[in-house]
């Protein structure tokens, strides 16, 4: 069955660079969920979307942003980037209401290494 | 605020013997619990979740968990561990923020599962 695409596996950074993190959902899934997990931590949540729209933020720092496109696929893009923010980005997709009940399906991960 | 604990960083035990993973959470009405697992470098994958129903729930991998209302628990249990479940393990509930929408998890700790020889 068809996973969750994340993209690119790995990306190293300089400090104050930018970067773009892709994700490509379940084929019909149409809600996407975006995660942030430090070494040795646990997953947090960054923020969401539902059919195209943000529909919850969690611990997003005001340098990232996030958006949804037509063909429900997402992009998380950090800018001004920290050594902090080196963690395994992680993305899921559900099908559904968009709410608590979805099953989110997490993608391999994106690990952002920043020197 | 909605947290799940996992009290257990650490759990070692023989490759056959059972197991039990503890989880509990803290949530002001109906949680929505999930228990995923994660291989070194790996994404996370979904053993089983609890929504309502009956609260004894079975999963992928010959893995169960059992929602006790009454202890606020939702603990993953396995009658006879594998050399490959050696992970790590990480229960999560479905946090609601304000506005609804898809709710982002909020996950435990984790615990890192050992399996002896």
């Known amino acids: 069955a068809a996973g969750v695409i994340q993209s690119p596996r790995h990306l190293i950074k300089e400090k104050r660079e930018t970067a773009t993190l892709k994700c490509y959902p379940i084929p019909r899934h149409d809600t996407v969920y975006w995660y942030q997990q430090g070494p040795g931590q646990d997953p947090q949540f960054l923020i969401s979307?539902?059919?195209?729209?943000?529909?919850d933020k969690g611990s997003i720092p005001d340098r990232f942003s996030a958006q949804q496109f037509s063909d429900y696929h997402s992009e998380l893009n950090m800018s001004s980037l920290e050594l902090g923010d080196s963690a395994l980005y992680f993305c899921?997709?559900?099908?559904?209401?968009?709410?608590?009940?979805?099953?989110?399906?997490f993608g391999p991960g994106t690990r952002l290494t920043v020197l | 605020a909605q947290s799940v604990t996992q009290p257990d960083i650490h759990i070692t035990v023989s490759e056959g013997a059972s197991l039990e993973l503890r989880c509990n959470y803290s949530y002001g009405a109906t949680p929505y619990l999930f228990w995923y697992v994660q291989s070194p470098g790996q994404g996370l994958q979904l053993l089983l979740k609890?929504?309502?129903?009956?609260?004894l729930v079975q999963g992928i991998k010959g893995f169960e968990a059992e929602f006790k209302r009454s202890q606020s628990s939702f603990n993953l249990r396995k009658p006879s561990v594998h050399w490959s479940d050696a992970a790590e393990y990480f229960c999560a509930v479905a946090q609601l923020y304000s506005g609804g929408g898809a709710d982002g998890l909020t996950f435990g700790k984790g615990t890192h599962l050992i399996i002896q020889p």
């Open positions: 979307f539902y059919e195209k729209m943000q529909s």
């Open positions: 899921a997709s559900s099908l559904g209401t968009g709410g608590s009940t979805d099953t989110q399906y």
């Open positions: 609890y929504f309502s129903g009956d609260t």
